[in-house]
């Protein structure tokens, strides 16, 4: 039913079952990098809470698995807190819902928009802390106040750099990825020793860095892509576009498919181009991120408990269905 249809009684009925529902596989992937359903089947559970709390709002409630990031439960790490939370992402399943964004961002007094688009990269989100140009800190975001302690297990990583050549003091965050090839090799051996094979590249990079023995994590090929500064004074930039290529002159690997655009028809042409490339890269995406390019913009337009008003992510259709669309296509 539609939930302009429901009665509260219905509504609260099913907000209950959802909450436990995506709480518990919230817990599986977040936890226990073991998922047992699809991405899609969650976001669509997701969205129903959304709506149903949208239309509801006495039903809303801050123990609501929509009021939170992530999952924080018992783990073999020490659990460290941030400095500043690391937030989760809003997302659409469309470009229409993604121009409606825009033009609510516009309402909001952000006059002649600037937009960096980049790919969103299907792995887990990291900080890393320099104090100095030195490594000192590495960690997950956890439940976005507290994460968990991977020091250790980034200092394996060949892409993260221990020492910058400027003595800085920053910290950044980007995503950790196992590439593509490393996920398939690492299945086929843990398939013939008979452990578990993980579900996908992302809880396979999950479960490898979020490691007690960081020699473990050595052993597995992760990598790493960074692009967000929290404090970017440091930086001396005022975009994030300039954020980026200053990331990887600091010596940072960066996503090089980024792009400032400024129209609807470069917003869909990038959609697209990157729909139709995705199976092509040698990591995974799960969908593009447009950002508010001018970074005092962004902190302008602020946070919710849960998600920066200043980016959005549109999401990939699930492969099985683009598959089958691509199929129906070959035989119409
Ligand atoms: P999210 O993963 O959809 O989006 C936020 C994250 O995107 C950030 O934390 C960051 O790590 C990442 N990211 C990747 N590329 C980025 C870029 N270029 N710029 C900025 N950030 C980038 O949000 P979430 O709250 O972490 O997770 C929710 C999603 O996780 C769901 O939509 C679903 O797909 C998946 N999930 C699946 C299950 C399951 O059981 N299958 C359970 C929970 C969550």
Redesign the pocket.
């Known amino acids: 039913l539609p939930v302009t249809e429901l009665t509260i009684e219905q509504a609260q009925a099913e907000i209950e079952t959802l909450r436990q529902q995506?709480t518990q596989?919230?817990t599986?992937?977040?936890q226990n990098d073991q998922?047992?359903?699809?991405?899609?089947?969650?976001?669509q559970a997701?969205q129903r809470l959304l709506a149903l709390e949208a239309q509801f709002p006495v039903l809303q409630s801050q123990d609501s698995p929509t009021q939170q990031?992530?999952?924080l439960g018992e783990t073999v790490l020490t659990k460290v807190p941030h400095e500043q939370p690391?937030?989760?992402?809003g997302?659409v399943f469309s470009t229409e819902e993604l121009f409606a964004f825009n033009d609510r961002l516009q309402k909001n007094g952000l006059d002649q928009p600037e937009y960096n688009l980049?790919?969103?990269?299907?792995?887990?989100?990291?900080s890393l802390v320099y104090e100095n140009g030195q490594l000192v800190q590495g960690s997950t975001?956890g439940n976005g106040q507290i994460g968990e302690d991977i020091t250790k297990n980034v200092r394996m990583i060949k892409s993260v750099p221990t020492q910058l050549p400027e003595p800085l003091s920053i910290e950044v965050?980007?995503?950790c990825y196992m590439p593509k090839q490393a996920f398939v090799k690492l299945n086929q051996q843990r398939e013939s020793d008979g452990l578990p094979v993980f579900?996908n590249p992302?809880n396979a990079a999950a479960g490898s860095l979020r490691q007690l023995d960081a020699k473990i994590t050595g052993r597995r090929e992760l990598s790493t892509?960074i692009?967000?500064v929290p404090d970017y004074e440091t930086l001396g930039v005022t975009t994030q576009s300039a954020a980026l290529a200053r990331l990887k002159d600091l010596g940072f690997q960066i996503?090089e498919h980024?792009q400032v655009v400024q129209t609807a028809e470069q917003i869909q042409a990038y959609i697209d181009q990157y729909t139709a490339q995705r199976n092509d890269l040698e990591y995974g995406?799960?969908?593009?991120?447009e950002?508010v390019n001018d970074l005092g913009m962004q902190v302008e337009l602020g946070n919710t408990v849960?998600?920066p008003r200043w980016?959005i992510?549109y999401?990939f259709p699930p492969e099985e269905a683009a598959t089958i669309v691509r199929d129906i296509e070959w035989t119409v």
């Open positions: 995506v596989w919230g599986e992937y977040y998922p047992t359903v699809e991405d899609f089947v969650y976001d997701y990031v992530g999952a690391m937030l989760s992402m997302d980049e790919l969103k990269i299907d792995g887990l989100a990291i975001r965050r980007g995503e579900a992302r892509f692009y967000y996503n980024y995406i799960d969908g593009i991120v950002k849960k998600v980016e992510a999401k």
